[in-house]
């Protein structure tokens, strides 16, 4: 079946620092996603990303559509101590699945 | 907007009880879906209903697990009988496709599941 691989598992970055994280696909995506994850809450969308090439940010976060349709990049830009959390990619072919990584752990250290 | 309500919070069980767990999704939204968290697999998608109608159960784990959707503002997950390796977070997701797509999906705060 679909499988997403993210990178890192795990990053620990001084606060201010910019985090650079990324998600491929064995197969092709339509959709690319892109969740936060906050401690005793469910993830939260921060990007949808609909078409290979596209970039688009929403605030201090940028993602890209990989060109081969098989990769994403989640960029954070002077992270803040409210950027701790879990950041999950998720993808969708032609059905409705969705389908998560396992997800990167940002830590900042003061 | 409440968001999905999920219920219990937390559920504590011994081996071999039967569990359920509870999810009200967002008013007017037509897919549910519901995932288990663990920290080995991640999130993993177990059954996703549109229109009240499972389409996808084959991330179901085995005949112990089944899901119901009897109304548009009601879902169930049941495990019985629960195994210790049944404990994870589960979560449920609703989104409102429009007629376009479902990706936004809007998670509740999803069920602590312990089973001793």
């Known amino acids: 079946g679909q499988q997403l691989n993210q990178s890192p598992q795990s990053m620990f970055i001084q606060e201010g620092e910019d985090v650079s994280m990324n998600c491929t696909s064995s197969?092709?995506?339509?959709?690319w996603l892109w969740y936060k994850q906050e401690p005793g809450e469910g993830p939260v969308l921060l990007i949808a990303?609909?078409?290979?090439?596209e970039l688009t940010s929403n605030g201090r976060l940028t993602a890209q559509f990989g060109i081969t349709r098989k990769d994403s990049f989640l960029n954070i830009s002077a992270s803040i101590p409210s950027d701790v959390g879990i950041y999950f990619c998720?993808?969708?072919?032609?059905?409705?699945?969705?389908?998560f990584g396992k997800g990167t752990r940002l830590h900042i250290l003061p | 907007d409440a968001g999905v309500i999920q219920s219990p919070r937390h559920e504590v069980t011994e081996m071999g009880q039967e569990v359920t767990l509870r999810c009200k999704p967002i008013?007017?939204?037509?897919?549910l879906f519901w995932y288990r968290q663990t920290m080995m697999r991640g999130l993993e998608l177990l059954i996703y209903?549109?229109?009240?109608?499972?389409?996808?159960d084959s991330g179901m784990p085995e005949d112990r697990f089944s899901a119901k959707m009897p109304n548009a503002s009601f879902s169930t997950l049941k495990i019985q009988p629960s195994e210790p390796r049944d404990s994870a977070v589960y979560f449920c997701?609703?989104?409102?496709?429009?007629?376009?797509?479902?990706?936004?999906?809007?998670f509740g705060s999803g069920t602590q599941l312990s089973v001793l």
């Open positions: 997701a609703s989104s409102f496709t429009g007629g376009v797509t479902n990706e936004k999906l809007f």
């Open positions: 197969s092709i995506f339509n959709t």
């Open positions: 990303l609909y078409k290979a090439g």
């Open positions: 998720a993808g969708s072919h032609r059905d409705d699945k969705i389908i």
């Open positions: 008013s007017g939204h037509d897919y």
């Open positions: 209903f549109n229109n009240n109608v499972p389409i996808d």
